[in-house]
Structures are given as structure tokens and as C-alpha cells.
């Protein structure tokens, strides 16, 4: 997400030194097509946007998910780690 992020801005840059009447082909499959200026710039906005939105969701899970981890690694150290030694009867 982060390289589509990326490739994104540089698009987007490459547009914004473009003339509004200056002909675009966009990549649809394998294909190129012709499309408008405004449309293209458009639909990268909009998936810039998503994009974005699943960095910050996936960095919230990633977030609680590190958090549950250590929980679990502590309550397992402590479970395995003896609280005091035993001492041994004769």
C-alpha cells in the first residue's frame, strides 16, 4: 500500500504540470485508454483517500494486535517463572 501510495503522488505530480486539455492514457488491465485530465486526477484522489484510510486501520490492528501479544508473553513468562523456589523435604 505504501509503494501504491507512492506511485500515486508521483502520478498525481506528473498531472499537476500537465495543461488541462493535454491528452492522458490511463492503464485499465493491459489496455491504455484515453481519459480526461480532471477524471484521472479524480480517481487517484479517491484512492489515494482509501489507501490512507487502510494504512491508518491496519496500523490501529497491527497497534492492538503488538499489544495483545506482549500481554500474552508476560502472563506466560509468569506462568512458567516459579514464584519463589520449592524447598526439598528430607
Known amino acids: 500500500m505504501e509503494l501504491e501510495l507512492s506511485e500515486i503522488g508521483q502520478a498525481s505530480s506528473e498531472l499537476e ?3 488541462d486539455d493535454a491528452v492522458i492514457y490511463k492503464a485499465t ?3 491504455m485508454i ?17 489507501l490512507n484510510t487502510r ?3 491496519l496500523t490501529k490492528q497491527e497497534e492492538r494486535v503488538r499489544a495483545q501479544l506482549k500481554e500474552v508473553q508476560t502472563k506466560l513468562q509468569q506462568d512458567l517463572n516459579p514464584v519463589s523456589p520449592h524447598p526439598s523435604q528430607p
Do not use: M, P, Q
Open 34 to 50: 484515453k481519459a480526461e485530465k480532471t477524471k484521472v486526477t479524480t480517481e487517484l484522489n479517491e484512492r489515494k483517500d482509501l
Open 17 to 19: 504540470k500537465l495543461t
Open 55 to 57: 494504512v491508518t486501520i
Open 29 to 31: 488491465g493491459s489496455l
